[in-house]
């Protein structure tokens, strides 16, 4: 067999595998990644925690009123109860009333908008748990489709990597050895076609004398440029 097709062939099977393990390591890092079940599930908490503290100023709200609307009945007991009969008295009673009166009015009002807080907040918490157990959902369903994907890439690999074997036992060692070095320094790109007279890596033009060279069967031919195996198909 020709020695530059054969490490074509070789850089062919590289060339899968490299492919393979980059798509391999961007479904582990998709797999590991939970930004946005994590991202839900803090909108999740921070409305639980509004929601906690309308509904612990309503209960504030009711406290006070409560303690208003007691005031108020004793404070009408005294004035209408007719044992208090001393004007000046009776006369301060009567501004508590009415200064208690205001005040319930003005904390039934707070009331009415702090349960409407009270409801906007328990929406909101609604819709923030529907959005996390939306994104878990979505999670689970992408990672069971990434991990089919990886599952037939493995497979895929495997059989690549006997191909590779198999190759590899048909070239003498050296020349394996000076492949693997140059797909390590040449950016995973050891073996280059020729394309149009020209190194399809670089882009150099070959001249006629070096086509010649290139098409010898048995010797390998580098490029003068960018030193990569070069290969006519
Ligand atoms: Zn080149």
């Not at 309308?54 to 504030?60: A, G, K």
């Amino acid at each position: 067999m020709n020695l530059s097709f054969s490490l074509y062939r070789l850089q062919t099977l590289d060339t899968q595998r490299q492919k393979i393990n980059k798509r391999l390591a961007q479904i582990e890092a998709a797999l590991n990644a939970d930004e946005e079940v994590r991202l839900k599930l803090q909108e999740k908490t921070q409305a639980e925690a509004e929601l906690a503290a309308r509904h612990h100023h309503l209960e504030q709200i009711e406290a006070e009123t409560r303690e208003k609307r007691l005031k108020l009945e004793l404070n009408q007991v005294q004035l209408f109860g007719g044992k208090i009969r001393n004007p000046k008295e009776l006369q301060d009673l009567q501004a508590e009333s009415e200064a208690l009166n205001r005040f319930i009015h003005k904390l039934e009002e707070m009331h009415f908008e702090a349960l409407m807080e009270q409801e906007t907040a328990q929406k909101a918490l609604t819709e923030a748990e529907n959005a996390h157990q939306t994104a878990v959902n979505q999670k689970i369903s992408e990672n069971a489709l990434l991990a089919g994907e990886r599952g037939t890439l493995t497979s895929e690999m495997g059989k690549l990597n006997s191909q590779r074997e198999a190759l590899i036992q048909t070239l003498p060692a050296e020349i394996v050895s000076q492949y693997d070095n140059l797909l390590r320094v040449k950016g995973g790109k050891a073996v280059a076609s020729i394309v149009d007279d020209g190194c399809e890596a670089c882009g150099v033009e070959l001249s006629p004398r070096d086509m010649q060279a290139v098409r010898s069967p048995n010797a390998l031919f580098r490029c003068k440029t960018c030193g990569r195996i070069l290969y006519k198909g």
